[in-house]
């Protein structure tokens, strides 16, 4: 997507929802929706367009972990970092997760496959440490396992 096609869309989206009451996450989840992120050119705009500051703007943006401000990789894989999961072993599992992609949390592999974001609680305690990547959530996660699931997506680890 081009750059004065990302801001089309965003000017779309801006002028469709700014009037709506509390607009300001309904827009932010439609440009996500439109563009896969929130450029973070778009910022002054979208302030401009509810009448906030930017600061504001960004605040929202920066608070709610669903909001991204960089395009995501092809897989976004949500390593699970609630107190049931960390007591099952998930720090190592992070450890081998973060040295197999080479990345961080936020972070988008080079070649644009992944993304490595955390939650706090995929509702799969019983079965931790637990991960998710697109809709399918996974139980009982080793590093050998996470290798057999990367690699079942066409990717080698």
């Known amino acids: 997507m081009t750059e004065s096609t990302t801001t089309e869309t965003v000017q779309s989206i801006i002028a469709e929802l700014k009037d709506k009451p509390g607009a300001l996450l309904p827009l932010l989840h439609g440009i996500q929706d439109a563009l896969g992120y929130i450029p973070e050119n778009s910022v002054p705009a979208i ?14 943006i920066s608070f709610y972990h669903y909001f991204r401000d960089t395009p995501a990789g092809k897989h976004t894989v949500h390593l699970c970092r ?46 931790s440490p637990a991960m998710q990547i697109g809709e399918e959530i996974y139980g009982r996660v080793s590093a050998e396992s996470f290798d057999e699931i990367i690699n079942d997506l066409g990717v080698e680890a």
């Open 47 to 60: 302030a401009g367009g509810l009448n906030l500051s930017r600061a504001e703007v960004h605040g929202v």
């Open 82 to 127: 609630a107190e049931s999961c960390q007591s099952m072993g998930s720090n190592a599992l992070e450890a081998h997760v973060k040295n197999t992609l080479g990345i961080d949390y936020h972070e988008t592999t080079a070649d644009g496959l992944f993304s490595l974001e955390p939650v706090y609680c995929l509702g799969n305690c019983a079965c």
